[in-house]
Structures are given as structure tokens and as C-alpha cells.
């Protein structure tokens, strides 16, 4: 790697002001992200905290219930003795059996917790903090960053000395975090299921986390009462905060202080780690992950095989070549011209021909006829209706205008 | 980071995931096809563009953006309209230019991307002409009201 990426930090009080330009990140943020490693530790670790509970052992066993045997035309399960009560004669015991213990019931020495080799928790926790400074998982993972100027993003040690929540939230919004806080605050949801009445009403989302370094911090305090924000130490950080639901890409807000803690603490590709002993980051399986860049290189595109082109034999749904006009033109080309031809005669005749002609002649003739002699009965009706008025009129001295109706 | 290796990380489950009726759709803003694919997935690429309407105010007609992912690590402010950009992406609003927006598109995907310059195109112009038809029937009310 030649070019090593730089990150700016950026001062507490305005989120403009840039304290320190450019500072080489961290050699942890190159680890290769491995979501197999996270996911594997992730589900293991998150059975840490698991208090141990059980059935109570009577649970279902308080009868001196005994199996009557057969020959008396019932199960043989075994049945509560005694008599002078429902409960008598009932079955028992069995976990198919009402009131029965349940089969295989549950004992406090169940294995609760899971053990996972130190070098996997390590690679896990280095990995998350790599998938922290990658914008799209950040995004994938659904904090709202559109207005945090940087990512990764550091901020100065002041923050360390907040102790006002108001100081917190300042700082927050300053710095575009406060809009993650809100959809944490907005998507606060009563929890489904009895866990609500067993302490855990609420399900609340994870907004950023803030890292620090210095022991003496009072910033847990400040932040402590801002929904969705988490504070940890750089020493202490918990892959359960970083991958939250094996999930990579938490929004994590560094101190400059604990940002430059991160190199003694994972190592670097030079030297391994000065606290985790022995620890040296994981390296990459491939060093050019781009897939795309790869098969598209000359050095590959050389060597390759023109691309095979699937040749079609026929098609999948047989056209009926007397129906469909393109199979039949793909069976026989001079089809089309034969169709063109045929429809142009059909067209000639239709217009041209005597005998079109003719018969033409003779229906304008006949239809001129019959419009004649239809006039002429027209005249006729009319003349026979006026003078029967007229005759009304003038020999039974009926009004001009009443003559008209009858 | 490559799009492959973000690829095996995300299409799995992120944020913009929706399954539903048997369907795994986006809400990716640099989606424009709406489906989840390792193509269309913007969001996971250096050089999306996405098509995105806005509401600008309660009343007014509705804008369309069109969001530029881009891969720098500083937000950059704008001198111009002095908007800061967001660390992933710079915003261009096409109330009255959906020429340059789609110069804007046309020259981000050039020949090599037709699928994705086609998809953000199509959809550039079908929220266009929605909200012109959005205008037409407000002006219209407007003009109702007053009579």
C-alpha cells in the first residue's frame, strides 16, 4: 500500500474547525471484514449474559401416581391415586399428560455460556471496528449519516470533560449525530410478549457509540441519558456494541486520544499489538477484493475465452406457418412478396373492372328511380291531406287550425 | 471498499432491505429499479445515481433530487448554495433542469452501464411528468377555488 488514508479530527465546539488535518488511520481500519469470524463470535459471546433458570424439579412429580397396569380399559399411563376428587384416577406425570412435568425439563447446570478462542474474539472486535469506518455498511446498517462531516468520525479529548447531557446534545447535533439519536427516540416501541412485564418494556434502537480513552472521563455521565447512545472505553470495546446483532457497521464517534490508542492496541501490519500479546491483525485472503477490476483486466481479458453465445435451434412454442405470417416468412421468404402481390391484384380488381363498373352504374340508375317515385308518392300523400282539410274547411265550417288534428 | 466484498456483507440484511410476498425489494435512495440486485444495489457502489423525490414544503409541489454517490471522506460545502454534501453522497435538485439531470446520468453511466442509466432515466422522467401532472391538477384547483 502506498498511499496511506488520512482522517482529519475535528474540533468539539465547531464541527468546521479541523484541529488536526490529516492523521494516518489506524491499521486496524485495513482488516479485511470478515462477517463469518463476527457472526460466529457474535452469536457465541451474546449467550454470556444469560442468567441461568430452571423448571422446579416437582414441577409436575407432587403424586404418588401409579400406572394401574393393563386390563382395566384404559391407558397405562401412570394415575393419580386416592379417591373423593376429580383430580383421582387422572393421568399423571407424563409430559403428554395435563399437569404433567414437561418432558426433559430444564436444569440450572444447563451450559449457558459459550467459551470462543481469544485470537477469534480478537479478529472479530478488529473487524468491527474496520466495518465502522466503511460508509455503506454504516448506511446498511441503518444509522442516518447524512449530515456527520467524516467517517470515521474523531473529535477532540474536550468531549471527554462534558459533564452537562446539554453539552452532550450540543455536541451531538454539531455534529449531524443527533439525527440518529431522533430515530432512536422516534422508533421506541412497546416490546411484544411477557418480557414486557419482566422488566423489558421497551425495545429501543442503538444510535452512535462514543469511544474514549482517558480513565477520568466524565462523558459517561453526560451521555448516559441520551436514548441509543452507548460510551465505552477504548480498552473495553465489546463486539455486542460494535456489531450489535452480529450486524457490522455501528456509527462510532472516536476521541482523538482513543483513535490513537487503536494502533498499541490491535498493531499494525509492522509490528503486532503491544497490549493484546501475541495479537497480529488478520491479512487479507485476497489483497485486491475487486471482482469487477479483476476479470475486466487486460492481463485476464488476454487469456479468456471469447464469450459463448447459446445458439437457439428452434423455438420453444411451435407457430402454426399457415397462421403466424413470420414463421411462415421465416420458412419461405418469397411468402411476402407473394401476400404483397396477392393483395395489390385484390385491390386492382376491386376498383377497375366492366363488370364493378356496370353494377355500379345500375344501382346509382335504381336508386335515382326510387328516389323518384318515392317523391312523387311524398307529393301525392301531401296533395290528398290538403285537400281534405281544405274540404273540412269549407263544407263543415271546422277551424283552419283544428282541422289539422283529426 | 469493492462492491463485491460489501455485496457478500449486505445482501444478506441492511436497512434498505424489504422482503415481501416472496419479493426482496430496496428502499435504497441509489436504487432506482427498487429490486435488490448486486447491480442495482447503489448504495455499495463508488458511482450511483439515484432519482429521489422530495417534499419541500407541506404545500408545495414535490421536487425530485437526484443524489450522486460519491466516495470522498470530507463533507464538502457547496460555495454556491452553501448546502454542506453528506459524507456519501452530493445532492442535485432538477426542479426545472431535467436536462442536465439527465446529462448528469447519461454522462455518469456512459455506454458501459446502460441497465442502471436506463433505470435512473426512466424513473427521472416518471417522476417528472407525475409532478407535472401533480401542478396541473393544484393550478387547476387553485383556479376552481377562486371562481
Request: glycine share 6%; net charge positive.
Amino acid at each position: 500500500m502506498t498511499s496511506v488514508p488520512l482522517v482529519s479530527v475535528f474540533s468539539a465546539d465547531d464541527s468546521s474547525k479541523v484541529t488536526a488535518k490529516h492523521i494516518p488511520l489506524p491499521a486496524v481500519f485495513q482488516t479485511p471484514i470478515r462477517p463469518d469470524i463476527v457472526s460466529f463470535v457474535h452469536t457465541n459471546i451474546a449467550k454470556n449474559r444469560r442468567q441461568a433458570h430452571a423448571v422446579n424439579p416437582q414441577a409436575g412429580m407432587q403424586h404418588s401416581a401409579e400406572s394401574w397396569g393393563t386390563g382395566r380399559a384404559v391407558a397405562r399411563i401412570p394415575r393419580v391415586s386416592g379417591s373423593g376428587t376429580h383430580r383421582s384416577g387422572q393421568a399423571a406425570f407424563g409430559n403428554q399428560c395435563r399437569k404433567g412435568r414437561m418432558s426433559l425439563p430444564i436444569k440450572v447446570w444447563r451450559r449457558w455460556h459459550r467459551r470462543v478462542n481469544i485470537k477469534q474474539k480478537r479478529h472479530a472486535a478488529a473487524t468491527a471496528v474496520a466495518a465502522t469506518g466503511i460508509v455503506p455498511l454504516v448506511l446498511a446498517r441503518g444509522h442516518r449519516i447524512s449530515q456527520v462531516p467524516q467517517i470515521p468520525l474523531v473529535v477532540e479529548d474536550k468531549i471527554e470533560s462534558y459533564e452537562k447531557t446539554t453539552d452532550a446534545l450540543n455536541f451531538l447535533k454539531r455534529f449531524g449525530a443527533f439525527e440518529d439519536v431522533q430515530k432512536v427516540v422516534s422508533t421506541k416501541v412497546v416490546r411484544a410478549g411477557i418480557s414486557k412485564q419482566r422488566g423489558k418494556k421497551y425495545r429501543v434502537r442503538k444510535g452512535p457509540l462514543v469511544v474514549y480513552f482517558n480513565e477520568n472521563a466524565k462523558l459517561l455521565k453526560a451521555f448516559r441519558n441520551v436514548p441509543g447512545v452507548e460510551v465505552v472505553n477504548v480498552t473495553r470495546l465489546n463486539l455486542l456494541q460494535l456489531a450489535p446483532g452480529g450486524q457490522l457497521g455501528r456509527f462510532v464517534i472516536w476521541t482523538q486520544s482513543a483513535f490513537a490508542h487503536l494502533d498499541k492496541l490491535f498493531g499494525t501490519y509492522r509490528y503486532s499489538s503491544i497490549i493484546k500479546d501475541g495479537y497480529q491483525l488478520l491479512r487479507p485472503l485476497i489483497t485486491n477484493p475487486d471482482l469487477a477490476r479483476i476479470i475486466n483486466s487486460n492481463q485476464v481479458q488476454e487469456k479468456v475465452q471469447p464469450a459463448k453465445t447459446t445458439k437457439v435451434l428452434h423455438e420453444v412454442q411451435k407457430k402454426n406457418p399457415l397462421k403466424n405470417t413470420k414463421a411462415m416468412d421465416r420458412l419461405n421468404p418469397y411468402a411476402k412478396k407473394q401476400r404483397v402481390a396477392a393483395a395489390a391484384a385484390i385491390k386492382a380488381n376491386t376498383k377497375g373492372t366492366k363488370k364493378i363498373k356496370k353494377n355500379k352504374a345500375l344501382k346509382k340508375a335504381s336508386r335515382a328511380a326510387y328516389n323518384k317515385v318515392a317523391a312523387s308518392l311524398n307529393d301525392a300523400t301531401k296533395a290528398a291531406v290538403q285537400e281534405e282539410q281544405d274540404i273540412k274547411v269549407k263544407y263543415f265550417s271546422v277551424q283552419k287550425g283544428a282541422a289539422q288534428t283529426e | 471498499m469493492s462492491q463485491s466484498v460489501l455485496w457478500e456483507v449486505v445482501k444478506g440484511n441492511n436497512a434498505f432491505l424489504v422482503k415481501r410476498n416472496g419479493l426482496t425489494l430496496s428502499t435504497d435512495p441509489f436504487n432506482n429499479t427498487g429490486v435488490q440486485t448486486y447491480s442495482s444495489t447503489g448504495f455499495i457502489t463508488q458511482n450511483a445515481i439515484g432519482v429521489v423525490p422530495t417534499q419541500s414544503k407541506v404545500n408545495q409541489i414535490n421536487n425530485v433530487n437526484l443524489v450522486a454517490r460519491k466516495s470522498t471522506k470530507f463533507q464538502q460545502v457547496d460555495r454556491k448554495t452553501k448546502n454542506t454534501q453528506s459524507v456519501y453522497a452530493s445532492t442535485l435538485s432538477v426542479k426545472h433542469g431535467i436536462h442536465t439531470a439527465s446529462r448528469v446520468i447519461r454522462k455518469r453511466f456512459g455506454t458501459r452501464r446502460l441497465g442502471l442509466q436506463k433505470a435512473a432515466l426512466r424513473k427521472l422522467v416518471k417522476l417528472n411528468r407525475a409532478n407535472a401532472v401533480r401542478r396541473r391538477n393544484e393550478i387547476a384547483a387553485t383556479k376552481a377555488q377562486k371562481k
